[in-house]
């Protein structure tokens, strides 16, 4: 029914399809951000007294969320260090109900490894819910591997062209039902010409994201030779900790580069001296965006006292747009030079 456009609307509906067909989901609810979409999955499944784990490196934001959102209903908050199983298995407990994590990760694109979380988690009763975001479904199917919810921040490769604010969840019939009763009262939806908008990103979609993957894995490769750089990180280089993961479950790596210049004053000067890529923390886009990361997201007083940091503080990141990779391999390297 059609009669109230918070409830519904046919061009939203499309939209949900088309991502639901292309995810391999039952059904999908688009809504009016990637962070209303995490937010209120998590409301509609967890109540008092429940354990919620997370991973030790996710967006911020979402960290923000679960540790001074959700305490304050009463919802346990435990961490799980990246890429450890055992360290999943040794966190679960009796009243855990759900595991929340990323694949490849921010900033670091670190890659989990889905079967393996998926079969632990079921058989503890623990529901999996993974932003796959930085992957797309281009380049990651999470639900095959058995992953319960899917989350996309639709606002990057998904629509594609920096122009949309939109979210989604991908699921069984039945899960995506539940949370569609809570998301039609809380009224995050999307408005019916973001939908269109974003139903026109979906159209090129498998293009862009086949250039970006191209161009992301050639300028990794060139900034791993470089001697400036202390440390590249990119799913499919060798250096790489879960490259065999993310070669195993991946058909691409995606078009977002992270790097180590050893120091936040080195990470300014080498973002000052670039040309083409603008300085924003968005990505998935048109453009090629860039941010001194430790700027965007500063370190702790404990890290800057210990001098043990999460997130270096010379840390760089790139989101690789739709320009020729020659023209921004040379930017690279003249930026580079000005160090």
Known sequence: ????????????????????DLEGADDAIVCSSGMYALTVTLLRILKPGDHLLILDEMYHRSQDLCASVLTKFGIEISVVKNSNLDSLRSSIKENTRIFLFETPTNPHLY????????????????????????ASPINLLPLKFGIDIVIHSCTKYLAGHNDVMAGVILSRRSIIESIRELHFTIGGTLDAHSSYLLIRGLK?????????????????????????????FYPSLPSHPNAEIAKRQMSGFGGVIS?????????????????IPYIAPSLGGAESLVIPYSIVV????????SGNF???PGLVRLSVGFEDVKDLTEDLAHALQAL
Do not use: M
């Open 259 to 275: 790097f180590d210049l050893g120091s936040a004053d080195r990470a300014k000067k080498f973002v000052d001296a670039l040309s």
């Open 310 to 312: 999460n997130i270096e």
């Open 298 to 305: 500063p370190p702790t007083h404990e890290e800057i006292e």
């Open 204 to 232: 090129t979609l498998p293009l862009r994201i086949a250039h970006q993957n191209a161009s992301a894995e050639s300028i990794a490769n060139f900034l791993a030779a470089q001697p400036e750089i202390k440390k590249v």
């Open 111 to 134: 890659v989990q490894d889905l079967e393996s979380i998926a079969a632990l988690c079921k058989g503890r009763k623990v529901k999996t819910i993974v932003d796959a975001t930085f």
């Open 1 to 20: 029914r059609e009669e109230y456009a918070r409830y519904h609307n046919p061009t939203r509906a499309v939209a949900e399809r088309k991502l639901a």
